[in-house]
């Protein structure tokens, strides 16, 4: 193991990290059953998205829960057009977890899974998918949706991707063009194979009642101002999830932040949100 990325985290592999408060400041004992701490938080961060941003997210649940273990999973542009990242580490953190604090639900804090954009929502899809293959149930109690998920559209797949670009301009220029090729010809793949596409299936799975409960608390968290990801398309998957009989479902609409910074137009709207799901999803309610 060595470190990662983002500070205090200490790196699985080239997509995950983990944060444990006992090994930065001390002999921290975790959060007690009966507080509203959050025993781990799961992060899935969005596309090539940089260390000082996704920093923004981790300093914020440090703050909120001092205690509190964070395992972060980062979306990568092949993960998410091909195989998916490799989720080997991320598999063995959450054993290893569940197994140490107790698998039974009063045995243990509770776990929130936050993606982040159609990127972290792939990595949060396939996740779930094999931790339901493994063992049949997920261990979240909260589910967070943050700028996520939304429809399949070349342009928009391939203006998220581009931030993993250089910033040399003409590497990006060339870079576009070669990532709107690629994602127009995966379009066209999967339409003449009568195949689903990732971020239809990233819906779909989502609001599978059969691999998600659906007692398990969600929050979405998104905004009317964000260009890449439609805020129309994020609602009709609340629709979707009440409709498909998930009890608790809660929105916080932002207006003029920007794909995946929320954060910059109210902060504290923000985490209160976060807190409330949290709450919500504490284990033996």
């Not at 829960?65 to 057009?81: H, K, Q, S």
Request: charged residues 20%; neutral net charge.
């Amino acid at each position: 193991m060595s470190p990662s990325r983002i500070p205090d985290f200490v790196k699985l592999n080239d997509v995950t990290s983990f944060y444990r408060p006992a090994q930065v400041n001390g002999n921290v004992p975790p959060p007690s059953h009966s507080s509203d701490e959050p025993g781990l938080i799961v992060l899935c961060s969005w596309m090539a998205a940089s260390p000082k941003h996704i920093a923004k997210y981790t300093d914020g649940y440090r703050r909120l829960y001092p205690r509190t273990e964070i395992l972060l999973i980062e979306a990568t542009m092949a993960g998410m057009l091909f195989s998916g990242v490799d989720l080997t580490f991320a598999l063995y953190f959450l054993n290893t977890y569940t197994k140490g604090h107790g698998i039974e639900a009063t045995a243990r804090q509770p776990i929130v899974l936050h993606m982040f954009s159609n990127g972290g929502g792939k990595n949060a899809m396939d996740l779930t998918a094999r931790l339901h293959e493994l063992h049949g149930t997920l261990p979240f109690d909260a589910v967070i949706f943050d700028s996520c998920p939304g429809l399949g559209d070349i342009k928009g797949g391939t203006q998220a991707m581009s931030f993993a670009l250089p910033k040399a301009k003409v590497i990006r220029f060339v870079g576009w063009y070669m990532l709107y090729l690629t994602t127009l010809l995966y379009v066209l793949i999967i339409t003449v194979l009568g195949l689903e596409d990732v971020v239809t299936r990233i819906r779909r799975s989502l609001n599978d009642v059969n691999i998600v409960s659906k007692n398990v608390p969600r929050l979405y968290l998104y905004s009317k101002g964000d260009t890449l990801v439609h805020h129309k398309d994020v609602h009709a998957h609340v629709e979707d999830a009440m409709g498909a009989g998930y009890v608790d479902v809660r929105e916080e609409v932002f207006t003029t932040a920007p794909h995946c910074v929320l954060l910059n137009e109210d902060a504290d709207r923000y985490w209160n949100a976060v807190m409330a799901v949290c709450s919500a999803g504490k284990v033996g309610q």
